[in-house]
Each structure stands twice: as C-alpha cells, then as structure tokens.
C-alpha cells in the first residue's frame, strides 16, 4: 500500500508519474496515480485539484472504454453551478 501524499511535492510527482503514464499508454497506471492525487487533493480539501484530477480520471476512462465510470469522474469535474 502507498504512503498518502502529505505533501505538494509528492502531489507533483505523482501527477507527473501520471502524465507520464498517460504519455506511454499505460492508461491503467495513470489511472492508479491520478486516483492517488484525487485521494490527496480531497485530503487537502483543495476543490480546484479535485476537479482538475477527475477531469484526468474522465479523459483515462474514456480512452478505456469505460463511459459510465468517465461519466461520473466528469460530473465530479464539472458540478453544477448553483
């Protein structure tokens, strides 16, 4: 099991293993990191990064194949304005 991200830089790093994955094709490691970033952001109650991270989640499991789960990670990226 990982570490929770405590902080920035390991935020930064993950994302940037992300990124990397998603660059290489490895969309179910991209996956595992950016779950991993939105777990931290949602820790940091940094709404911003929430919704920047299930974004990335959305377009991975599109990518895959997986419209309803994208569905729900571009909900959580895009709520509703009240």
């Given at each position: 099991?990982e570490?929770?991200?405590h902080?920035?830089?390991?935020?930064?790093l993950?994302?940037?293993?992300?990124?990397?994955?998603?660059?290489?094709?490895?969309?179910?490691?991209?996956v595992?990191?950016?779950?991993?970033?939105?777990e931290?952001?949602?820790?940091?109650?940094?709404?911003?990064?929430?919704?920047?991270f299930?974004?990335?989640?959305?377009?991975?499991?599109d990518?895959?194949?997986?419209?309803e789960?994208?569905?729900?990670?571009?909900?959580?990226?895009?709520p509703?304005?009240?």
């Amino acid at each position: 099991m990982e570490r929770p991200l405590h902080d920035i830089v390991s935020l930064r790093l993950c994302h940037c293993r992300a990124e990397s994955a998603v660059q290489g094709g490895a969309l179910h490691i991209a996956v595992l990191h950016y779950r991993t970033c939105l777990e931290a952001a949602e820790r940091r109650e940094d709404v911003q990064a929430q919704q920047f991270f299930a974004s990335r989640l959305g377009e991975c499991y599109d990518r895959m194949g997986m419209r309803e789960k994208a569905a729900g990670f571009r909900a959580m990226a895009n709520p509703p304005k009240l």
